[in-house]
């Protein structure tokens, strides 16, 4: 008999919380109920449990902030394995941070600077875990988190194993990690910075994500990714006059057309619904098929 959920995760001593609804841990504020979200607080018990759920046949998918994530309205059969409780303190050696999958992108950037470590400035508004960002290349204001990553630490077969950067071809919002890995945390290596300097570049940085992109709204940032070239996706939607469409309770904001905000009425057929109607008009106008950029659980 293969083992329940349940026995996999008081038998490692793990948090978990079954039918939980997705809505709850998700910026886009929207999502069906899920079997169960477990919460290991080490890498070696995340590395054991995704193990076990393997071989018991379970489906589970990594889940960090739920920042840019859309789950859909159904009921979901599968384990979201959390981030959230991998927070054991950042570890400082010279240039380099080693951090839990779970730790704070926002607060990490601030860190660095603290200590004069300059790099990721221009990730400070993305409000995300640090797990999260390796996954999808987070980018913004020209930086990536690719350029300074050294090493991220993944799950594979039961144990915590360190892969190089060399061995991580990444693009732009892209790596190779898929649902089956589960990242568990990344050393950075960062240059020699001044501290004042890069503080003032990150306020910088917040102050322009405030003023283009609407920050109080329930979102998952940009919906689609930018295309190779041409103009940006952003500007493709606003020119098509498709700013403030709606359905149901999702609506392409009227401050950034290549976001898609929510209010507490929305179900996660509005926004498919609403990415199916600006693909459709972007394809027919400028012959631009646009690819998604937040990850999509159905
Ligand atoms: N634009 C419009 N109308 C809009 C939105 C944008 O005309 O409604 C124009 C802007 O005026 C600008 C161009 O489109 O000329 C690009 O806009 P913006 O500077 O806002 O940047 P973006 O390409 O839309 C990218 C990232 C953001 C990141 C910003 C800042 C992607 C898909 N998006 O946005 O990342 O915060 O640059 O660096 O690469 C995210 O990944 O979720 C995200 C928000």
Redesign the pocket.
């Known amino acids: 008999m293969p083992k329940s959920i349940e026995q996999i995760c008081a038998g490692l001593d793990i948090a978990a919380r079954f039918r939980q609804p997705m809505r709850r841990l998700t910026s886009l504020r929207v999502g069906g109920e899920i079997a169960c979200v477990a919460f290991p607080d080490t890498p070696e018990k995340a590395a054991k449990l995704v193990q076990q759920l393997d071989e018991s046949g379970q489906r589970w998918s990594p889940l960090g902030y739920g920042t840019?994530l859309l789950v859909a309205d159904g009921p979901l059969d599968r384990v979201a394995v959390s981030v959230r409780s991998l927070t054991a303190p950042a570890r400082f050696d010279g240039l380099r941070v080693t951090v839990p999958a779970g730790y704070s992108l926002p607060r990490l950037v601030n860190q660095c600077a603290d200590r004069g470590l300059s790099g990721i400035e221009g990730l400070s508004?993305i409000p995300g875990s640090v797990g999260g960002a390796v996954k999808m290349n987070a980018?913004?204001?020209g930086y990536e988190i690719a350029d300074v990553i050294e090493s991220v630490e993944v799950a594979q077969d039961g144990r915590v194993v360190t892969l190089p950067r060399a061995a991580i071809d990444f693009a732009y919002?892209h790596s190779p990690f898929t649902e089956r890995d589960l990242i568990l945390g990344a050393t950075l290596r960062l240059r020699p910075g001044d501290a004042e300097a890069s503080r003032a570049a990150i306020a910088e940085y917040r102050r322009h994500?405030a003023a283009?992109?609407p920050v109080n709204a329930n979102s998952a940032?940009?919906i689609?990714?930018?295309p190779r070239s041409g103009p940006?996706?952003?500007?493709l939607i606003?020119e098509l006059g498709l700013?403030g469409e709606t359905i149901g309770g999702a609506t392409i904001s009227p401050c950034?057309?290549?976001f898609i905000v929510t209010n507490g009425a929305a179900r996660a057929d509005d926004i498919f619904a609403l990415i199916e109607r600006i693909r459709q008009r972007v394809r027919a106008a400028r012959g631009v098929e646009l690819e998604m950029?937040v990850k999509v659980w159905d």
């Open positions: 840019n508004p980018g913004s204001h919002r994500r283009t992109q940032g940009c689609f990714k930018n940006a996706t952003g500007r606003d700013k950034h057309a290549n950029e």
